[in-house]
Every structure is written in C-alpha cells, then in structure tokens.
C-alpha cells in the first residue's frame, strides 16, 4: 500500500477495523481493491475535470427552458400571462432534439441562452428535465399522504443550496464535490489545487482531507510585502516572510505557519503556471461569471505543469430570487448564463480538451410555475444542464413534467415534484470521474435508494 495516500490507508483501516467488529475479514480483499481503483483512476497521466455552476437563489426554470410545441406553449402563457415568453419569439432557440419528447412535446430554450444552442445542436449539452433535490423516489401519492421520506426544510434557500451541494441541509461539513476529490486527490502532484473555487466558498468542494483552494478571477493574490522590497527593504520583506511561515513551537502557530507557508507555496506555483499556460482566443465577456470560466479555462491550459489529474472547480452567480421584476432581470441573467457557458465551451474546444470537461449547473431549487404578478415563488424540481464532450448532449434526460398547476407533477402552485435527484446527476459524474462504483456511498449516502446510479448522459 506505499502508493496509496494517507486519506486512502486512513480509509481502509477505518473500514477494515468496523469489519473486523463483525468477523468481516472476507470483504478486506474487496474493500481494498475498490481503493485501489480510486486511486489509480487518477494516476494513468489522463485528465478529467468537473465545473460547477451554480445559480443562486433559485432560477426561473419555466423561463429558461420553455415548452414550444402551440398546445404545451398555450397552457403555460395561460398559467403565467405576465411572465410568458411569446412562442414566435422562440423559434431561432427551439430544439430538435435526437430523441423526440412523447406527445409531441417540444422545448425552446429561452432567447437569450442561444449562445448555447451550437452546442446542444452539435451533441455537447444536454438538458436534465425536472430534478431536485431527494432522499428516495417519490410519487405525488406518497408526499400528499406524507409517508415519504422528504429532503429537510423544503423551499429554504441556504438548505436546499445545501443539500444540491452536500446532499444534507445547512451545517453540512462536506459536499459531494469534496468527497469524491477524497478519492482523486492522490493522484494530483499538488492535492491542495483538487478543489478550486473562483467565487468564494461552497460546502460543495469541502472533503474530509480535501479542501477548496479559493482564488479570484486574476487569480491567487499574494501576501503584501513579502515579495520585492518592503519599506524599501529585501530584508523586512524577508524576515515578514519568515516570521509568517516558520516553524513554531506552539501548536496554534505552528499550524497557522504551515498554513500560511503552504498558501505562499501555492500562490507562486500557480501563478508561474497560469503565466506559461496554453494561450488563448476565445473571448469571453466581463461579467462575473465569464471572468470566474475564464480563469477556470486557464487553470484548466495550465493542467500539466500544475500536475493535475482530477480537479473540481465552483463558479457562481447571484440575483435568481425573482419573486419580482422577473420578465426584466432574468432575460440579462441568462444572457450572462448563455454568454459565459458558450465562451467555455468555445475555449474547451480551442485547448483540446471539450471531452476532459463536463460542466453543469445546479440551483436552490427551481420556482412555481404559477405566477405572484411580477416574478415566481420557491419551487422545487428544475430543469439544468450539462454540457462537454463527454456528454451524449442534443438531446433530453429526465421526464418532461406536464404543463399544468396542480396537476400530476407538481406538489401545489406548479411545484414540480423532482423525478430525478440530484444524487442520480452526482453519481453519473463520479462514476465519469473514476469513482469506483463501489465506492459511490462514501460520496453520496442516499445513492442506494435510487434505482439507477448512472443517468447515461456521458460517454
């Protein structure tokens, strides 16, 4: 076992010693063999990376994939009257998609996302319909007689945010994105560059042993006046350097120091890579969240002289809780959505590396498919996507969800009772990773009630 990382002996001598409680010593050749295989999964010199977008507040998804076909499209403009997008304004981003919707259903993405239209048209985004978060299968039967087993604190914001990230509510220490980068980080020659996070700090990239390395979209900014002159002074800049990183004989100091060490490590590492990184030309706009893309696309060019084999990164952005002025706010918002995914995509393509990355995104919850007059209320189930190389894209995952307000899929107020969960999404994604299929459960705890843990989405 000298290959395996301390989190992987860690993790099979926790798992070997609760099975010796049982008299379990047949299992350890498995146990063993399953950690084996996540750790080779990223020590073969290939690359493959994940980039979380996540929508804050809630997005409208009734407005962001919106039905086409003239009976689909006649019953939502009559549901939201003040919010509906007219149909022949959707014609230049209706889809066509490879597997036809039953009933002759079709989708239109809204007008201003059709910077990504190429890319569903060319087979590199797909589009997952109604998912959410769950604990188990659910059928509208079982939540009306309350006899399922629901996801805690229902259309919360900062809980359901969590429980998208963590698959567990406000207070999680662990997302899913860090658990699974648990597995992978061994085989990065940094391990702390595994999670990268461009817009803050999301419990979706906290792990056991992995943690998120947060940087900005100029990248990581050093410590004042430890480079160059300091008052004028090599020296003072020096000897701050020394006194902020040397070793200590305190316990709180000393970590304190081998963690600001390994920051002015990690900062002059990174820069020098993203320095040297592959150029280029795909431009992107200069919102927030094309900048957050943009530096991921760099981190991404700068993959080999940074030693990485699995990275996880987060970008995000704001201002989706539209209980008002929704039919002019959300429009610029999926102009910067669409804006941003179709420059990484383009910039993907350009780097080689479009079926290395798969990016997706992920929101609280999605909104009521009935309106409040100006805007939408808290929902639940949502439609999102998915877009690389990897993806089998052109084409719908999921159940398309009836376009009615208290009808078959929806829980009140057209809140769409999820048919896929979002651990069925995190699992398909792991597995692409390399996380063996055994150890899906340490990444995803629910993922066993679930029937199927691969979506078939990527290939």
Not at 49 to 62: M, T
Not at 83 to 92: G, K, N, P, T
Not at 358 to 384: E, I, K, M, V
Request: charged fraction near 15%.
């Amino acid at each position: 076992m000298s290959h395996l990382s301390a989190l992987h002996r860690r993790e099979f001598l926790k798992r070997a010693s609760a099975l010796s409680v049982v008299g379990g010593a047949a299992p350890w050749a498995l146990q063993l063999a399953a950690i084996n295989d996540a750790a080779a999964a990223t020590t073969g010199g290939d690359y493959k990376a994940l980039v979380c977008v996540f929508l804050y507040g809630g997005n409208d998804h009734g407005n962001t994939l919106i039905p086409y076909d003239a009976a689909s499209h006649q019953a939502y403009a009559a549901i939201r009257p003040s919010l509906a997008i007219a149909r022949d304004a959707l014609a230049a981003t209706a889809l066509s998609p490879t597997a036809a919707l039953p009933d002759g259903r079709q989708m239109a993405l809204a007008p201003a996302l059709a910077a990504i239209k190429p890319a569903f048209d060319a087979g590199r985004l797909g589009v997952m319909l109604n998912i959410g978060t769950l604990l188990a299968p659910t059928t509208l039967a079982q939540y009306k007689a309350g006899s399922a087993a629901l996801p805690p604190k229902l259309f919360s914001h900062n809980d359901q945010q969590s429980l998208w990230q963590a698959s567990n509510v406000e207070g999680a220490t662990t997302g899913w994105g860090g658990r699974m980068a648990d597995m992978m980080m061994a085989g990065n020659a940094r391990s702390a560059l595994t999670c990268i996070n461009v817009s803050g700090n999301a419990v979706y990239l906290a792990g056991s042993s992995a943690f998120q390395y947060q940087m900005g979209v100029s990248g990581k900014q050093p410590i004042a006046g430890i480079n160059g002159a300091l008052f004028g002074s090599p020296a003072c800049a020096g000897l701050l350097k020394s006194l902020v990183s040397e070793e200590r004989s305190h316990a709180m100091e000393a970590e304190l120091n081998r963690v600001t060490a390994r920051s002015i490590d990690l900062q002059a590492t990174l820069s020098t890579a993203l320095s040297g990184g592959a150029s280029m030309t795909t431009a992107f706009g200069a919102d927030s969240l094309s900048l957050q893309l943009k530096m991921v696309a760099r981190m991404i060019a700068a993959r080999s002289s940074l030693g990485a084999a699995r990275q996880v990164f987060f970008v995000s952005m704001g201002g989706f809780d539209l209980h008002d002025g929704l039919t002019t706010r959300h429009p610029q918002l999926m102009a910067q959505l669409g804006g941003a995914l179709g420059s990484f995509d383009a910039a993907m393509q350009e780097l080689g590396m479009s079926d290395k990355v798969t990016a997706f995104t992920a929101s609280d919850f999605g909104r009521t498919l009935s309106s409040n007059g100006d805007g939408s209320d808290h929902g639940w189930g949502s439609h999102h996507f998915v877009m690389g190389g990897a993806v089998k894209g052109g084409r719908f995952y999921g159940t398309a969800p009836s376009v009615s307000v208290n009808g078959p899929d929806d829980v009140g107020q057209g809140r769409l009772l999820p048919t896929t969960g979002v651990d069925q999404l995190a699992s398909t994604l792991a597995l692409w990773m390399g996380v063996p299929a055994s150890e899906l459960r340490t990444v995803l705890p629910n993922i066993g009630n679930f029937g199927a843990s691969d979506l078939g989405f990527l290939g």
